[in-house]
């Protein structure tokens, strides 16, 4: 199945998406960057570790190719943390605020929703539901960890 959720896109909107460029930044604005383009997938995040890092309930997550995203300003203001091998996160060294999250076993780098403001978010996804502390009703599919395409189990569970 295709990770993202775009029922009613047309050629045109594809085309639209593809040239738009959406800007970003951390908390204080001392690290900006773009993304170019379309997400690979985008969704919602359930699991202790993206609860922990976010300091929230629930992480809204867009999935991109690592060169769809050009940091304009502030590149050495990025620090970087490897709790695993699995997760590069990148955060602002002056505010400490996130910025995104490069996963080198998936060549995928998510770009935090909620940093990029202006980007039409559309979820398709929930990934380890099973972790939820926020259940959240809206019909999507709900992934017990992630998709089989994604090295999952690919198994769904209820809402
Ligand atoms: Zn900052
Ligand atoms: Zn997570």
Same mark, same amino acid.
């Given at each position: 199945?295709?990770?993202? /959720? ?6 045109? %909107?594809? %085309?639209? @998406? ?23 997938? =985008?969704?919602?995040?359930?699991? %202790?570790?993206?609860? +922990? ?16 995203? +050009?940091?304009?300003?502030?590149? %050495? ?10 997760? @590069?996160?990148?955060?602002? +060294? ?15 780098? /998510? ?6 403001? /202006? ?11 099973? @972790?939820? +502390?926020?259940? =959240?009703? /809206? ?9 089989? @395409? =994604? ?9």
């Amino acid at each position: 199945m295709p990770l993202d /959720d775009k029922p009613h896109a047309t050629p045109a %909107d594809a %085309d639209r @998406e593809r040239a738009a460029t959406h800007a970003g930044a951390c908390f204080c604005g001392s690290v900006r960057f773009e993304v170019a383009g379309a997400p690979e997938a =985008m969704g919602y995040c359930h699991c %202790d570790s993206c609860r +922990r890092w976010s300091a929230g309930p629930v992480n809204a997550f867009t999935l991109w190719k690592p060169d769809a995203l +050009r940091v304009t300003q502030g590149a %050495d203001h990025i620090g970087t943390y490897r709790k695993t091998p699995r997760s @590069e996160r990148k955060w602002c +060294r002056v505010c400490g605020g996130h910025l995104f999250t490069h996963h080198p076993h998936w060549n995928l780098t /998510d770009v935090y929703a909620a940093v990029i403001p /202006d980007f039409p978010f559309h979820a398709g996804v929930h990934v380890n539901y099973h @972790e939820t +502390r926020l259940p =959240m009703h /809206d019909g999507l599919p709900k992934f017990h960890d992630v998709p089989a @395409e =994604m090295g999952g189990s690919g198994t769904t569970i209820p809402e």
